[in-house]
């Protein structure tokens, strides 16, 4: 059955791209939801009601992780608030007639900081990569090898970073062939073929040591490539939540969470100015 399901039938890509629509969908809602306070078990309920208003028949999970929950990755949510200048992804899995979605995005809530701009960077980086290599005849060998190892990105060996670089057929089931890991595909590799879909998933630790950014698109596999299905804006971090403005103009969207680390200091004591506004009459 699993070599049956490698190659999908224009209708079955048909469903697996309207599963994909509706994550569209539920994303749209949560960026415009994100904002201090609201808590990612709150985010969970939120994506299942547009999933299941659209038409889902079974929200088969949503990972929902936010702030120094990020970094190292866990795969459940809780009931922490998020908080300004969090980073929060989600993975998005359910189903529709059957047929499935593992779709990752990533957002930065009011502003990010400059370690988190630099992770999502190269998480896209590495995930593009991935992407433009991908057509007919290349093997899962020659994508992994794209990837960072384990130890570049803290971690012992390849069996601790598993699924972190990662990719899987998408069908009837979450995992399907092909598979896509430095773990077994550089020994095993699996010849890609058009009417393969899947989906590639990549994460980056910040630099700050513990925020972090994952991004994963769906795909299939075309005579000379391949079409990305999972639409929601990726390219660059998403800011989520109210524009803030100050009395210079509009408060920059990256910037440390900690308003003292974005002040320039002379060193010296400051002093009020006196206007006639504050000068005792």
């Known amino acids: 059955m699993q070599k049956a399901r490698l190659i999908k039938t224009q209708d079955e890509i048909t469903l697996l791209s309207t599963a994909c629509m509706m994550v569209d969908a539920a994303y749209d809602e949560l960026y415009r939801a994100l904002k201090p306070g609201i808590r990612e078990n ?7 009601k547009v999933l299941y208003d659209l038409g889902s028949e079974h929200v088969e999970g949503v990972n929902a992780i936010s702030g120094e929950r990020c970094s190292p990755h866990p795969h459940v949510y809780t009931d922490r608030a998020l908080r300004p200048g969090d980073p929060a992804y989600f993975d998005i899995l359910h189903s529709y007639n059957g047929y499935r979605t593992c779709y990752y995005r990533t957002f930065a809530v009011g502003s990010a900081s400059q ?9 896209r980086n590495i995930l593009d990569a991935a992407i433009n290599a991908i057509k007919p005849g290349v093997t899962t060998a020659d994508i992994v090898k794209l990837w960072p190892k384990a130890e570049e990105f803290g971690f012992p060996n390849e069996e601790a970073a598993f699924a972190l670089q990662y990719g899987h057929g998408v069908g009837l089931s979450i995992w399907e062939k092909p598979i896509f890991s430095r773990l077994v ?6 010849v890609i073929k058009e009417g393969m879909v899947f989906a590639l998933e990549t994460f980056w630790p910040a630099s700050d ?5 994952r991004i994963e698109e769906q795909l299939i596999v075309t005579k000379n490539g391949c079409e ?6 990726a390219e660059q971090l998403l800011i989520a939540g109210v524009r803030y403005y100050t009395v210079d103009g509009p408060l920059p969207t990256t910037r440390e969470a900690q308003s003292n ?11 009020a100015k006196v206007t ?5 009459m």
């Open 42 to 48: 709150e985010c969970v309920g939120l994506v299942s």
């Open 209 to 213: 040591g513990w925020s972090a950014a």
């Open 185 to 190: 595909s550089l020994e095993h590799p699996e």
């Open 261 to 271: 680390l974005n002040v320039q200091s002379n060193g010296n004591r400051p002093e």
């Open 228 to 233: 990305v299905i999972t639409r929601f804006p």
């Open 276 to 280: 006639s506004a504050t000068r005792t």
């Open 115 to 123: 370690a988190q701009v630099d992770a999502y960077k190269y998480c």
